[in-house]
């Protein structure tokens, strides 16, 4: 044995204990939250199990998730691309409240009211990103400046609630159970989750997203349009807001203004605890509902013990930070590996 060997050997265990620690702490990165999940699963499973477990409850996660899951599967493309959109929840409130209006109001049909008020949401959504994008606004700025707007044109439409006249059937939509007993709601969940996730990893235009979202200059060099990119995100995130606000109003019976603007915190809080989920600080599709499941599992648990109202703020706020913490935790190992 020489002298140089003998450094070599005796750094040799700790080189595998740091290897094995690094490889520990991106598995945890990465699994985390479905550990997590699966953990709340079975606590609630064990302390509560008459009520917990039981299909009636598990509907009533998937339907309290599913429209928390589609306007964040709508946030997740716009910060798929390196974006912000803050207007989300002022979006579905405000569409909840027009597409109640035509069919109170303005006599629309179900059918064209629906188209109306979806089509409205994905103008939004562009408007959005013409100012992002053409106008060079901050996108915290503008879209929190267009939610703020909404607010004010929402309340100059209706100071209150628009409850009579509304067709029955239009309630049905959200209360109704076509396939297999699932709640209409669910259903429309996955396939709008399924239609994204294909968007966003099977077809060109996800590829182009997800080259926008990871170097912006080196798309823009590559021919990649990044500013239509952009416009394209922002309005599927416009059109998902409108469809949660339309389902809402659906369930609810009413359109109220403000009545989804808390749907802003429970998407990001999603779409960030499922950054931290699979990938390394990546925003996808299959981590956003992840992220939803946590959040309806955590809510339906604090219900079943009669944890007061005011803990799911709590909870939810506690979520998002430890969201945005993971996240960054992710990123941080990623490129360090």
């Known amino acids: 044995m020489t002298a140089e060997t003998v450094p070599v050997a005796k750094e040799a265990p700790q080189a595998r204990r740091s290897s094995w620690k690094r490889t520990a702490l991106i598995g945890l990165s990465r699994y985390g939250t479905i550990i997590g999940l699966l953990l709340m699963v079975l606590f609630f499973s064990i302390n509560a199990p008459g009520v917990f477990l039981s299909r009636a409850n598990f509907l009533n996660i998937l ?64 408007l ?30 209706s ?6 006249g509304i067709p029955r059937a239009f309630t049905d939509i959200s209360l109704g159970r076509i396939v ?15 239609a994204l996730w294909t968007v966003l990893n099977k077809t060109d235009i996800g590829q182009k997203m997800q080259a926008v979202g990871s170097n912006m200059e080196a798309a823009r060099l590559s021919g990649i349009r990044v500013d239509r990119i952009k416009i394209f995100a922002f309005a599927t995130a416009g059109f998902c807001a409108a469809l949660t606000g339309t389902l809402l109003s659906s369930l609810l019976g009413s359109g109220t203004l403000a009545a989804a603007d808390g749907y802003l915190l429970d998407a990001f809080a999603a779409v960030f605890l499922g950054s931290a989920t699979l990938r390394e600080g990546e925003f996808h599709i299959t981590g956003t509902l992840v992220g939803v499941l946590i959040l309806a599992v955590g809510f339906n648990g604090l219900s079943i013990f009669g944890a007061p109202t ?28």
């Open 63 to 126: 339907s309290q998730a599913s429209l928390t899951a589609i306007i964040a599967s709508g946030l997740t493309y716009t910060l798929v691309v390196g974006e912000f959109d803050l207007s989300i929840g002022y979006v579905a409130s405000f569409v909840g409240l027009i597409v109640t209006g035509l069919m109170a109001y303005e006599g629309f049909p179900i059918w064209l009211s629906i188209i109306c008020a979806l089509a409205l949401g994905a103008g939004i959504g562009i």
């Open 310 to 337: 005011h803990f799911q703020p709590i909870f939810k706020g506690g979520i998002l930070v430890l969201a945005v913490g993971m996240s960054a935790l992710a990123r941080r190992y990623a490129a360090s590996a």
């Open 128 to 157: 959005n990103g013409l100012l992002v994008t053409k106008v060079r606004i901050n996108a915290v700025i503008s879209t929190l400046g267009i939610g703020t707007m909404l607010t004010g044109i929402g309340f100059t439409y």
């Open 159 to 164: 100071a209150f609630p628009i409850a009579t």
């Open 180 to 194: 297999f007993g699932l709640p209409n709601p669910v259903i429309i969940m996955v396939v709008v989750l399924l």
